[in-house]
């Protein structure tokens, strides 16, 4: 079809319509590269050949008139790429018309031809706005980020068992499905590539990324709200309650793995592969879509950081800092250019950030443990309520040892020299971990130094001690602060309470041990002093230590051993001796209260913590004559 000339009082008008749709032309087509462009270089300077070329561009007009026109937005409802062979044919009409166009624009540039052409070409754009619109529109759930981002991995299903029979066709259907579901969704991404580089390269590439972002947008958006992303203002954060926040955060730590490894992993991978013939048009585009959602939700844990800062709340700061490292190298490679910079500016503050929230808890603590001034001492020298407290505590900031070490990496708390050996890393430094749990243990342990101090009873002192010591040993056998200390330290530490239970011995039991004779010879009269002396010494050590406690039982046992292997062989070598100097003495069982089964049996009752109403040794019926 040729267009008519323009009625003579027109012609101005034309003329000028013509040289704008000249610059138009030109305008829109900067994005075009110099391969797909029609150099006037190339257009051949013969005759014959001239007229050919013409000849064929002003064919490639009137085919792409027909079929274009056949599918003009305003008259045709169908899809155009429900028909795939027709939706190619007409994709290669309208690059010929774009070939034409160039020709006209370079040799005919007043030619009524042009104008037809470029009427054309914004009724074929329209046609492919309204098919990138429905294509995006139809395909949400084939097109959403886990399927695009799972495309390349193997759909079939493994799960099939020779034995399970019943279950074969069911496998069957699901393969099925999901090859339905992968081949739907590439279709989708092929024909969405088809029509944006069509756009592009006709320069339509902004009319294209304004559909592409609206609908996409939409569907990053609508998948954070569905994961529960919200977006706070740091008033919120700072006023919420402790167990409304602990639901916010498990909530996050659930929704940014899905983010970052699906949504916007997946978002990317379609962008790249939509938008393949430009890198600046993909990098644009998925910036807009993800980069306000993706900063509100990297947000977050810096907004979490800046609230009160309390012991309890660290190992859940901790599990974010966590979840944002282990994030990292996907973070960094899915927003890796530079206009999403600010996404990885704000996931990288939250970092820097929580860890400094982390360090400054810790510093908290120690200084809590170190101020402890309370002075009430434990009844019989049992566990200190600090003990139990620190060492639950620490037990717990165990089980975070790896990212404590980077959060500490550059910060590790002093400790003096040597303090213990092992473990070490692969390059013979000691964790960083290992050091600050290590120093809160040694800060806990000078504490309790000065709390044991608060006994009257010096030997009860060291008892406490002990008892402490051993608590905080069996809490690092028995968790992961075994890895992190080492065994050198816990057989240095086992060492000390061993020699805080000797100590604890020699002091309670000296006045008993030292009642008995050292001299081979003793008169009737002396023996019966050393008995008296002995029966006193022993009754007040027995009713004072029945109340005093030992919370282990390993150590509880080894104490009542040791006791016993220091004062009963000593204590039966005596009355064996006396009892026969004493043969005739009227009375002697007032003397000759205990026999060495009966010292056995008094030392049993003791560290439990309990006192009983017949625990005094005179008014046991344990005691009997020694014949």
């Given at each position: ?15 000028m ?10 305008s829109?087509?900067?994005t075009?590269?110099?391969?797909n ?15 050919f ?17 056949k599918?003009d937005?305003e ?8 028909q ?6 007409f994709?290669?009409c309208v690059?010929d ?8 624009v ?39 980020p886990?399927?695009v ?23 069957k ?30 320069g ?8 592409y972002k609206?609908?996409?947008k ?5 998948g ?9 203002r ?5 006023k ?6 602990e639901?916010l955060?498990?909530?996050w ?14 978002e ?5 592969q939509?938008f ?10 998925f910036?807009d ?17 800046k ?10 700061l901790?599990?974010?800092?966590e ?39 810790l510093s908290d603590?120690e200084?809590?443990?170190q ?14 309520p600090?003990?139990?407290?620190v060492?639950?505590y620490?037990?717990?900031l ?15 708390p ?6 213990f ?5 692969a ?6 971990t ?19 101090e608060?006994?009257r ?9 002990a008892?402490?010591l051993?608590?905080?040993?069996e ?25 805080y ?44 230590q029945?109340?005093?406690?030992v ?16 004062l ?16 005739g ?15 056995g ?18 008014s ?6 020694i014949?």
């Amino acid at each position: 079809m040729i267009l008519s000339e323009s009625p003579k009082s027109n012609h101005k008008t034309t003329s000028m319509a013509r040289k704008g749709l000249s610059t138009l032309f030109f305008s829109s087509s900067k994005t075009l590269s110099s391969s797909n462009s029609f150099p006037s270089s190339s257009v051949p300077s013969s005759p014959v050949v001239h007229k050919f070329t013409e000849s064929m561009m002003e064919e490639n007009i009137q085919i792409a008139e027909l079929i274009i026109k056949k599918w003009d937005s305003e008259s045709s409802s169908a899809s155009l790429f429900h028909q795939r062979k027709e939706a190619k044919e007409f994709l290669r009409c309208v690059k010929d018309l774009r070939r034409a166009m160039h020709f006209l624009v370079s040799e005919h540039s007043a030619s009524d031809k042009l104008v037809l052409a470029q009427t054309l070409m914004q009724i074929a754009m329209k046609r492919l706005e309204k098919e990138l619109y429905q294509i995006l529109s139809a395909n949400r759930d084939q097109l959403d980020p886990e399927s695009v981002s799972g495309l390349s991995s193997d759909g079939s299903s493994n799960s099939e068992d020779e034995d399970e029979v019943e279950f074969e066709e069911e496998i069957k259907l699901a393969g099925e499905s999901i090859s339905k579901v992968e081949r739907e969704a590439t279709n989708a991404m092929s024909d969405l590539k088809l029509i944006a580089d069509c756009m592009i390269i006709c320069g339509y590439g902004k009319e294209c990324v304004k559909i592409y972002k609206l609908i996409r947008k939409s569907i990053v958006d609508e998948g954070l709200y569905l994961l529960g992303v919200e977006k706070f203002r740091p008033s919120q954060i700072q006023k919420m309650n402790w167990e409304a926040l602990e639901h916010l955060i498990k909530n996050w730590l659930n929704a940014v793995k899905i983010a970052v490894k699906t949504l916007f992993t997946g978002e990317k991978a379609l962008c790249d592969q939509v938008f393949s013939a430009s890198q600046t048009i993909r990098e644009s585009c998925f910036t807009d879509i993800t980069k306000e959602a993706a900063i509100n939700l990297f947000r977050f844990p810096e907004l979490v950081s800046k609230s009160k800062k309390t012991p309890e709340r660290i190992t859940l700061l901790t599990e974010l800092y966590e979840a944002l490292s282990n994030l990292w190298p996907e973070i960094e490679f899915t927003f890796n250019s530079e206009s999403t910079s600010a996404v990885k500016l704000q996931a990288s503050s939250s970092l820097q950030r929580l860890g400094e929230s982390v360090r400054a808890i810790l510093s908290d603590f120690e200084s809590t443990i170190q101020k402890d001034s309370s002075k009430t001492t434990v009844p019989g020298g049992g566990i200190h309520p600090l003990t139990r407290t620190v060492t639950n505590y620490i037990s717990k900031l165990a089980d975070y040892g790896g990212v404590l070490s980077e959060i500490f990496a550059d910060s590790s708390p002093a400790l003096p020299e040597s303090y213990f050996e092992s473990p070490h890393s692969a390059d013979g430094s000691i964790p960083a971990t290992s050091v600050l749990l290590a120093r809160l243990i040694l800060v806990l342990l000078c504490k309790l130094d000065t709390k044991a101090e608060a006994y009257r009873d010096v030997s009860l002192s060291y008892l406490f001690l002990a008892n402490n010591l051993q608590f905080i040993i069996e809490k690092v056998c028995n968790t992961n602060l075994k890895l992190l200390l080492g065994e050198d330290w816990i057989v240095k530490h086992a060492k000390k309470v061993r020699q805080y239970a000797a100590n604890y011995a020699a002091m309670a039991w000296n006045k008993v041990l030292s009642s008995l004779p050292t001299s081979p010879e003793l008169s009737p009269e002396a023996a019966k002093e050393c008995f008296r002396r002995f029966n006193a010494a022993f009754e007040e050590a027995y009713k004072k230590q029945i109340s005093w406690i030992v919370a282990d039982g390993k150590l509880r046992d080894a104490l009542k051993v040791y006791i016993a292997k220091k004062l009963v062989p000593a204590y039966r070598e005596f009355s064996e001796k006396c009892v026969v100097i004493l043969s005739g003495e009227k009375n002697l069982e007032l003397l000759v209260r205990f026999s060495t089964d009966d010292l056995g049996n008094y030392l049993s009752d003791l560290f439990h913590g309990v006192a009983i109403s017949d625990s005094s040794p005179s008014s046991s019926s344990r005691g009997c004559i020694i014949r």
